[in-house]
């Protein structure tokens, strides 16, 4: 079946430790996004790629890092400048036209 | 600026009627997404709204005014399994990004 997988489910991060998530989509889709969503609030957009070898940030790329080096993976690093990496951390793709956003299961993030 | 406004919570009795408002104010619009997502799970694509108008799709139903920067999301029938966060996403014009502007979500309980 096509859809996004990201991994790990739960990730912990150590101070002054980088971290990647991944996610990778089978969907056959252009663009992709990564989304940090708080307790209690809506997602907030970290970065995002409509195309391979190309990437923008979003409303809160500080601290973080994206590469789209093929179509079918977006992988995001949290670095250690990211002081509060604490929240769920959600991708999800699209194409062009009428489609919806489909978004991976998420991975949450915890600082040891 | 951007903004995207809906109630944070709201309450309704299993099988009554609920509507969610949502209103927006951006600065490109390419439709109105709604999604549902259950506590600790990836958010589930559920209408779209592009032009003005009523969307229906089973016990869920969509309205969207362009002019009013205006949407509610209407659930019939409430069942418990209902409870969950609704959020509301307006999407920017492809040459920008096609991206997601979330507003906060709407956590509904369904009572019994």
């Known amino acids: 079946d096509g859809g996004i997988t990201q991994s790990p489910k739960y990730l912990f991060r150590k101070e002054g430790q980088n971290v990647t998530l991944s996610c990778e989509q089978n969907?056959?889709?252009?663009?992709m996004y990564w989304y940090r969503q708080d307790p209690g609030q809506g997602l907030r957009l970290i970065y995002y790629s409509q195309i391979v070898n190309d990437f923008q940030k979003g409303d809160i790329a500080e601290g973080y890092s994206v590469s789209r080096e093929k179509k079918e993976s977006f992988p995001l690093t949290v670095t250690s400048a990211q002081k509060n990496p604490t929240a769920f951390y959600l991708c999800?793709?699209?194409?062009?036209?009428?489609?919806?956003?489909?978004f991976g299961d998420g991975t949450r993030l915890s600082i040891l | 600026g951007q903004n995207i406004d809906q109630p944070t919570e709201m309450t309704a009795t299993e099988g009554a009627i609920v509507q969610i408002n949502c209103t927006y104010q951006?600065?490109?619009?390419?439709?109105l997404f709604w999604y549902q997502q259950h506590a600790g799970e990836a958010p589930t694509f559920l209408s779209y709204?592009?032009?003005?108008g009523l969307e229906e799709k089973g016990r869920f139903s969509s309205f969207l005014s362009r002019s009013k920067g205006y949407s509610y999301l209407l659930l019939k029938e409430l069942q418990m399994k209902d409870s969950a966060s609704y959020l509301c996403?307006?999407?920017?014009?492809?040459?920008?990004?096609?991206?997601?502007?979330f507003g906060q979500g709407t956590e509904l309980s369904v009572k019994p």
């Open positions: 999800a793709s699209t194409n062009r036209g009428n489609q919806p956003q489909h």
């Open positions: 709204n592009v032009l003005d």
């Open positions: 951006t600065s490109g619009f390419n439709g």
């Open positions: 969907l056959n889709h252009d663009a």
């Open positions: 996403a307006v999407r920017d014009l492809w040459n920008q990004g096609g991206k997601l502007i």
